[in-house]
């Protein structure tokens, strides 16, 4: 019809619920041919790792929550900035492995709970990896992000190729000297 014509993969309909939302998305995203420069991952390298995402809108914490478990890695949530520090704060040092930051939240920003992170008087608080998330992909909120004491800037909607890039560089990366004593 009309709209395939016109390059549409599909259509939602109103009212958005949130279950259709997320049925649509996960039939889109395992429908995806994989690309040729893309094998499929092996989800065991990433076996122990823990990430902490801070992200205030529901959805995109559920859609991101979802992507990132797919790669075999245990994540925590934070609603805001506050819970986030609250949350790192709170853990064990080397809980945590890589912390996605969502940088506009309510209560506490993600660039003031970024801060407040590395202020923590802990090894880890200072060394672990922030990724701002931000749908602002402009050079200056690059800049800022990284000004602001994070890591890399991962600019929304999520690409599930770009994520595993990121979880590659990350987390891999790691290894043996990684922050989570229990990993091999």
Do not use: W
């Not at 259509?11 to 094998?39: F, H, T």
């Not at 709970?113 to 990896?129: G, H, V």
């Not at 890591?151 to 922050?179: M, N, T």
């Amino acid at each position: 019809g009309e709209p395939a014509q016109a390059g549409v993969a599909c259509i939602l309909s109103k009212p958005l619920y949130r279950s259709k939302v997320l049925q649509l998305l996960s039939g889109l995203l395992l429908s995806r041919p994989m690309q040729a420069e893309a094998p499929p991952l092996d989800t065991s390298a990433f076996k122990g790792c823990r990430v902490l995402l801070a992200e205030d809108n529901d959805i995109n914490r559920e859609i991101a929550r979802i992507l990132i478990e797919e790669s075999g890695i245990s994540v925590e949530e934070a609603c805001d900035g506050t819970e986030a520090v609250q949350k790192f704060a709170q853990a064990a040092a080397g809980y945590y492995n890589l912390i996605f930051m969502d940088v506009q939240m309510p209560n506490m920003d993600g660039y003031a709970a970024t801060r407040a992170i590395r202020a923590l008087d802990r090894e880890d608080a200072k060394k672990i990896p922030i990724v701002a998330m931000t749908a602002n992909a402009f050079d200056e909120d690059v800049r800022t992000a990284l000004r602001e004491g994070m890591d890399a800037h991962f600019a929304k909607p999520i690409e599930p190729d770009k994520l595993r890039q990121l979880l590659v560089r990350y987390l891999l990366k790691q290894g043996a000297s990684g922050p989570t004593p229990e990993r091999p």
